[in-house]
């Protein structure tokens, strides 16, 4: 069965300071790998993903996440983050083969502070 | 933008009463989820769909039921809503898994039993 974690619950950062939000996931073959933001009363936008090719992968407002088979992680990244970054944060994966069911994280809250 | 629609935005109804969550969506997308968030936590899947005429329960136990007549509308119904039904509720859908995309989730339903 695939699982995926989000080792930390809270993030607290500074506007400007860079960021880097963890994901770890289990899975027997690659997986196809996703981030997630979702804003206060709000559904889930798309961040960016990770089908093949190239490990290292940009999304949108800034965001990249590496794909590391040999830690089994997908961090998510950003040089400087701006107030408007606090959010929820989900990391999500699909099956590589199969059917497609989306198996979510547990999120990781982002505080920024001023 | 994605074209997935969930209505009401917010419900607020009491103990008793039955209850349908709307949700639609443009794309012609094969399968619809329904994801139950309770604040600040992670999404749990309680139903999906294949197809016309498919449902299927997820991983979490919900009093829930939907259906799948069209392609576009995936409703999910409360025959008797409780407190604890309370919860945010999240409605996405993919393409075809050969497509390798992304699930599109509408804006969420929060719903409040008093």
């Known amino acids: 069965a695939q699982s995926v974690t989000q080792p930390d619950i809270h993030i607290t950062v500074s506007e400007g300071a860079s960021l880097e939000l963890r994901c770890n996931y289990s899975?027997?073959?690659?997986?196809?790998l996703f981030w997630y933001v979702q804003s206060p009363g709000q559904g889930l936008q798309l961040l960016l993903k990770?089908?093949?090719?190239?490990?290292l992968v940009q999304g949108i407002k800034g965001f990249e996440a590496e794909f590391k088979r040999s830690q089994s992680s997908f961090n998510l990244r950003k040089p400087s983050v701006h107030w408007s970054d606090a959010a929820e944060y989900f990391c999500?994966?699909?099956?590589?083969?199969?059917?497609?069911?989306?198996?979510f994280g547990r999120g990781t809250s982002l505080i920024v502070h001023p | 933008e994605a074209d997935i629609y969930q209505t009401p935005r917010y419900l607020v109804i009491g103990t008793g009463k039955k209850i349908t969550l709307e949700c639609s969506q443009t794309?012609?997308?094969?399968?619809m989820y329904w994801y139950q968030q309770d604040p600040g936590m992670e999404l749990h899947l309680i139903h999906y769909s294949y197809g016309v005429n498919s449902t299927e329960k997820g991983d979490l136990s919900s009093e829930s039921t939907v259906s799948r007549i069209r392609t576009e509308h995936f409703p999910l119904t409360l025959e008797s809503a409780r407190p604890s039904h309370t919860s945010q509720y999240l409605c996405a859908s993919s393409a075809p898994d050969r497509l390798n995309t992304e699930a599109f989730f509408g804006q969420g339903t929060r719903l409040t039993v008093v």
């Open positions: 990770y089908f093949s090719g190239d490990t």
């Open positions: 794309m012609g997308h094969d399968k």
């Open positions: 899975y027997g073959a690659t997986p196809y």
């Open positions: 999500a994966l699909r099956r590589s083969g199969g059917s497609y069911i989306p198996t």
